[in-house]
T-cell receptor, first 110, second 113 residues
Framework: GDSVTQMEGPVTLSEEAFLTINCTYT??????LFWYVQYPGEGLQLLLK?????DKGSNKGFEATYRKETTSFHLEKGSVQVSDSAVYFC?????????FGKGTRLHILP | NAGVTQTPKFRVLKTGQSMTLLCAQD?????MYWYRQDPGMGLRLIHY???????AKGEVPDGYNVSRLKKQNFLLGLESAAPSQTSVYFC????????????FGPGTRLTVL
């Protein structure tokens, strides 16, 4: 069945470092791909999305490109801030549902 | 525009008690979902609805029931709570899951003693 695999955390970086969180997927057809962010004590928020191959989603300095040839959707940010500390979920759409990865916890040190 | 709201925010139950969690959305979305989130398990889909009057089972439906009598509301019921149902419950809604993603509520933290 369809699935999402993302790198296990926690990931700890210093402020202003470059961030990559890897995400790969297994799916039939052409799903849409998403990154969600969850701040402590809150629900998930949609961070960015891409609906077809080679699309680049971007928001708040984060980017991810839909790579069909490598079945990947890696999240990147050029310079992280302490306020980016959160859990990040990669996800794909399947019929009426969305399938989530297990999440990657990110800690940014000042 | 409140988005997705959940009631209550916190609840403590004793084993065997029942309760209902309420989810409401004001975005006129067709689809609504209930998830549970446990440490190391990510999000697991309990039940979902593709429109008023419809419900369907998700990945972990046992021990839960749902109802969607009005388009804007989606209720999650626990008939006889068990300690294994201690979790954080999230409701979400979407217009079309495929392209737009889902909008989440703030969550309900449930503890079953």
């Amino acid at each position: 069945g369809d699935s999402v695999t993302q790198m296990e955390g926690p990931v700890t970086l210093s402020e202003e470092a470059f961030l990559t969180i890897n995400c790969t997927y297994t799916a039939t057809g052409y799903p849409s791909l998403f990154w969600y962010v969850q701040y402590p004590g809150e629900g998930l928020q949609l961070l960015l999305k891409a609906t077809k191959a080679d699309d680049k989603g971007s928001n708040k300095g984060f980017e991810a490109t839909y790579r069909k040839e490598t079945t990947s959707f890696h999240l990147e940010k050029g310079s992280v801030q302490v306020s980016d500390s959160a859990v990040y979920f990669c996800a794909l759409s399947r019929d009426d549902k969305i399938i989530f990865g297990k999440g990657t916890r990110l800690h940014i040190l000042p | 525009n409140a988005g997705v709201t959940q009631t209550p925010k916190f609840r403590v139950l004793k084993t065997g008690q029942s309760m209902t969690l309420l989810c409401a959305q004001d975005m006129n979305h067709e689809y609504m979902y209930w998830y549970r989130q446990d440490p190391g398990m990510g999000l697991r889909l309990i039940h979902y609805s593709v429109g008023e009057g419809t419900t369907a089972k998700g990945e972990v439906p046992d021990g839960y029931n749902v109802s969607r009598l009005k388009k804007q509301n989606f209720l999650l019921g626990l008939e006889s709570a068990a300690p294994s149902q201690t979790s954080v419950y999230f409701c979400a809604s979407s217009s079309t899951a495929r392209r737009e993603g889902q909008f989440f509520g703030p969550g309900t933290r449930l503890t079953v003693l």
